[in-house]
């Protein structure tokens, strides 16, 4: 798998919310920063076949309206579909006429949706095998894990890991993990990513969204001390099966 770190960073940081791209294919969260990162990797918005929504705080699901639309407007015809919480057709639904007093029934395309927490085993997209976990945060929220052909990635996104989180994320090539940072309700650390990391059997791990107020380099060495084969990302950067072994 390739995967690229389209956005690294918390809500309201100086880094681009995190989003990640797998494959050019499954999109993972769509934050206000997501599109403009995808045109900075010349993306061609109708590769992407499906958008993950981990929950709906803004950081991570209101750039999904310009994402639809940009894609109407570039004569999208291909399906899409859409994993996220409960309620996720009418939050889209809400998301559109809020921010273009568009529908679905606007678009060019078939929007498929599904809840993830009808999905408790688990589904397949084409060749991937995808698993949830809920984490726990102030809102629901999930975790997903993806698998083709003997690689495995997962994406906590928001919220401290939880014991089914551990078993999606076991033996996972690469954990990208939230590690906004201690003391904060509803939300991970680099130490809890870690032992996240360690527990899980994980090879490498990379911790994103961390708080404005911390010093990343600080956070990667808690991290370090538990789970050596840990790094900080940045906007933009791509990670090959190369890099991660």
Not at 24 to 48: A, F, N, S, V, Y
Not at 97 to 115: A, C, V, W
Not at 157 to 178: C, H, K, R
């Amino acid at each position: 798998m390739i995967l690229t770190f389209l956005g690294v960073g918390e809500a309201f940081g100086q880094f681009a919310n995190t989003s990640i791209l797998v494959d050019g294919k499954l999109l993972l969260d769509c934050g206000p920063h997501t599109l403009l990162q995808l045109r900075k990797q010349q993306q061609d918005l109708k590769e992407i076949e499906l958008v993950f929504l981990s929950h709906f705080h803004g950081d991570h699901t209101l750039g999904l309206p310009a994402l639809l639309l940009a894609s109407r407007e570039e004569n999208r015809e291909e399906e899409l579909k859409i994993f996220g919480p409960s309620g996720l057709r009418e939050k889209i639904e809400d998301l559109l006429e809020i921010s273009y007093r568009k529908s679905i029934e606007d678009l060019s395309f078939e929007l498929d949706t599904f809840e993830v927490p009808d999905l408790k085993e688990g589904t397949t997209h084409k060749d991937y095998k995808l698993e949830f976990a809920q984490t726990t945060h102030s809102i629901e929220c999930c975790s997903i894990a993806i698998s083709k052909n003997g690689e495995k990635m997962t994406y906590t996104s928001d919220g401290a890991p939880t014991e089914d989180t551990v078993s999606i994320a076991s033996d996972s090539n690469i954990l990208i993990a939230e590690a906004y940072g201690e003391g904060f309700s509803g939300h991970s650390s680099a130490v809890k990513a870690a032992e996240l990391a360690f527990r899980s059997h994980s090879k490498s791990l990379a911790l994103v969204h961390i708080s404005r107020t911390k010093n990343g380099a600080e956070e990667l060495e808690k991290a370090k001390r538990i789970f050596k084969n840990s790094f900080l990302p940045t906007d933009s950067l791509t990670v090959s099966k190369t890099f991660l072994f």
